[in-house]
């Protein structure tokens, strides 16, 4: 962790926390997930994220400030980028909303790969 944001190991992530949670959104949202449905994000609700049957939930369930996961939990999540880079991934384009699309897309291939890279090494990504 930085003193400005958030650093996630093997080059997951390193930006503010606002940033990694407009990511997190914005990857609920691509599997019709809306974060602020569940008790996690909103004590208002009575939902919660241990009901969701997705890989993506190991990473909607994790503090921002400070964690780690497990290689079972980073297998997952691998599972979950497969799945849905496999629908849908845009590159080379030129308008600013696009822009921003392909920027979220980085960010999704740089959090991939860095879990694929922990897990060949065998080893835990922490933040």
């Not at 208002?44 to 780690?68: C, I, M, Q, S, Y």
């Amino acid at each position: 962790m930085n003193k400005m944001g958030i650093q996630i190991s093997h080059n997951c992530f390193n930006g503010t926390y606002g940033q990694f949670a407009v990511f997190r959104r914005r990857l609920a949202k691509l599997i019709n997930i809306e974060l602020n449905d569940y008790a996690e994000y909103n004590p208002r609700r009575a939902n919660t994220l241990e009901e969701l049957k997705h890989p993506f939930r190991v990473l909607f369930l994790k503090e921002d400030r400070g964690g780690k996961f497990s290689i079972l939990e980073m297998q997952y999540l691998v599972n979950g980028f497969q799945e849905l880079c496999s629908k849908k991934f845009t590159i080379g384009l030129s308008t600013d909303e696009e822009k921003y699309d392909k920027a979220f897309w980085e960010q999704v291939l740089n959090f991939w790969n860095g879990l694929e890279m922990a897990l060949h090494r065998h080893e835990e990504v922490e933040w």
